[in-house]
C-alpha cells in the first residue's frame, strides 16, 4: 500500500548518518526501468524557498515534466543554505542519475528536517548508489519510513480506479509531515505513483486541484513550511484515464495521506475535521474555518475535551466575513450545542463521548449564503511544546 504498489515503480529507504539516532533518512523512488515518465508537482509558496523545490522547480520545467526518480532526505531540511545548498541538491539529482540510469535533470530531489544547516554530503553522496540499489517493488514503506523526521509512523497509500478501456489503474503514495501544517501545504513531502497515462500539463493541473481539496485543507499550527513538496510520477502503462476520475484518485489519495497527518500530528491527541456551511462565499468559508482552526484557545478546549461554542463563535465574528449573531448555529458531533442566540439542549452523556474520542467532528453554520469549505486540525497539547521548544 505505497509508491510500489503501482506496477514498474520500485523503492527503498536507508540510514546513511543524517539523523544522529542513526535511524532511516535517504530514500528513493523510480521508475523500474530508469525510463522517464510523465511527472508534475506542486510546492511550498514560502518565499523562503528551500535550494530543493527550487532544483525541482527547474527541472520539470527543463524535461517539461519527465521525471525517473526522486530522491529524497530527511533530518536537514537543506533550507537558508544559499548557493552550496542549491549545489548539494544538483550533486543528489546527478549522484542518483548516475545510479539509476537516466539524465541529472530527470531526477527529483526533496528534503525534510532542521532549516539552516549544510547537508552533510560526506554521509549522503555515498549512500545513494547503495539505496539505488536496495530499490525493489516492495520498498515503498521502507522509503516512507526514511522520509520521517517528527513522524512517529509511516504514511502510505494506495487507490484504484478504471482506465477509459476498462482496465484498473492504480495511484500510490507515501508522505511524511507533523507539524508546520497549514495551508498552503505543510513541512511535507508526498510521492504519488500511477500507472495512468496522463500529459504533463494535465497531470499539473489534476494535481494541483487535488492538492487544493488535501493537504490545503490541513492545519497543525498556522506555519508554512520552506520545503514542501508533493509530486506525482505517471508512467501511462495502464492506459488513458478519463481526466475527473484521474482526479478524483489523486484526491482520494492526498485527502488520505492529509488525514493520516492529522492523526499523526505533533503532540496531537484529538484530529478535528471542521465544515463551516452558510458562508457568503466559499472563500469566506475557508477564512472562517482557518482562523478557528488556528485559534489557541479553541485548540486548547479541543484538547480539554470541552465544546465550548463561545470560542468558536467569537473566532468566527472576528475573521472578517460576513457574519451575524443571530444566524450562526455550532454542532459537535452532530448535536447542536449552540443556535438562535442561545445554549441548546444536547445529549451530555453522548457529547462528553464524542470529544473524549480521537476524532472529533465540529460543524458551524454561519447562515448568509450557500458558501462551504472543509478543514482538518488539532488541538494544542502540552507535548506540542516541548517538541517544538528547542531545536536540538
Known sequence: MSVTSVPGFIAAGMACGVKPSGADDLAMVATADGVAVTAAGVFTSNLMTA?????CRDHLSATGGQAAAVVLNSGNANAATGESGRSNAETMCALTAESVGCAADEVLVCSTGWIGYPLPMEAIAPAISVVAGAMNDEGGPSAARAMMTTDTVPKTTVITGTTTGGATFTVGGVAKGAAMLEPNMAT???VL???AEVDAGTATELLRAAVGVSFNCL?????????????LLASGAAGPVDA????????????DLAIQMADDAEGSTKTVFLTVTGAATAAEAAKGARDTANCQLVKCSWYGED???G?????????????DPATISISYGGQVVYADEAVQPVDADALTAHMAGRRIDLDVDLGQGDGAAWIVTTDLSHAYIDENMRTS
Open 51 to 55: 535550494p530543493p523545490v527550487l532544483v
Open 219 to 231: 492545519t497543525v499550527d498556522g506555519a508554512e513550511s520552506t520545503n514542501d513538496t508533493v509530486l
Open 244 to 255: 475527473e476520475t484521474l482526479g478524483l484518485a489523486l484526491s482520494d489519495a492526498c485527502r
Open 307 to 309: 465544546p465550548y461554542w
Open 311 to 323: 470560542r468558536i463563535a467569537a473566532e468566527m465574528g472576528a475573521a472578517g466575513i460576513s457574519f
Open 193 to 195: 505513483t500511477t500507472d
Open 188 to 190: 511535507m513531502l508526498a
